[in-house]
């Protein structure tokens, strides 16, 4: 099988172009001055897929590999071009992160694959987004407004927070950590696919 490989440059202090190489048995990364680092799949023990926005970068998706020395291997499909200006590199990350979980599902069937949040970050986000929608709530409920005095006040601001509460909810969902395969890759932990 031919190696894919995928290039990008992660910002301005950045040397040059890094390159990343699906090979039969390591990942190899090559900086831009040319030296070489070798992963190999059997020592890679998870995967985390997200999407994660950034300042001027709301299509940016990573590729994080957890290895069994507790190094932490993260790549993104955001490519730094100049100033602040960044390219989607989506085209080609897409397709090595799918060979790239192929060759580890090969060569560690035990390396779990996990998609959103960490669990940490999940629980925070959760309780910071419970607090907030609890002050808002409150607020609707004790703040007096010159609708106050008519006898729809109460049965609105109680509809507008019952309203609010599935918009809470998909949020609570939609950044869940979930555990997946490694094959078939979920599509919703990659970039959606761009038309012709």
């Given at each position: 099988m031919?190696?894919?490989?995928?290039?990008?440059?992660r910002g301005r202090v950045s040397r040059g172009e890094r390159e990343?190489?699906?090979?039969?048995?390591?990942?190899?990364?090559?900086s831009a001055s040319g030296s070489e680092k070798r992963t190999p799949w059997k020592?890679?023990?998870?995967?985390?897929?997200?999407?994660?926005?950034?300042?001027?970068?709301?299509?940016?998706?990573?590729?994080?590999?957890?290895?069994?020395?507790?190094?932490?291997?993260?790549?993104?499909?955001?490519?730094?071009?100049?100033?602040?200006?960044y390219e989607d590199r989506s085209a080609s990350y897409?397709?090595?992160?799918r060979a790239a979980l192929a060759r580890i599902a090969v060569a560690n069937p035990k390396a779990r694959l996990l998609t959103g949040d960490t669990q940490k970050r999940y629980f925070f986000l959760m309780l910071v987004s419970?607090?907030?929608?609890?002050?808002?709530?409150?607020?609707?409920l004790l703040i007096r407004?010159?609708?106050?005095?008519?006898?729809v006040a109460a049965p609105a601001k109680l509809g507008l927070i019952l309203l609010l509460l599935p918009v809470f909810w998909f949020g609570v969902l939609r950044s869940m950590p979930r555990g997946a395969p490694l094959e078939p890759v979920p599509e919703h932990a990659l970039p959606p696919e761009q038309g012709p």
């Open positions: 031919q190696d894919v490989s995928y290039r990008r440059r990343w190489r699906v090979s039969d048995d390591a990942l190899v990364m090559m020592d890679v023990i998870g995967v985390r897929l997200y999407h994660e926005q950034m300042r001027r970068r709301p299509w940016r998706y990573a590729f994080e590999l957890h290895t069994k020395e507790g190094e932490r291997i993260i790549i993104d499909n955001a490519h730094w071009v100049s100033g602040s200006d897409s397709p090595f992160v419970l607090l907030a929608f609890a002050a808002l709530a409150c607020a609707l407004t010159p609708l106050d005095a008519t006898p």
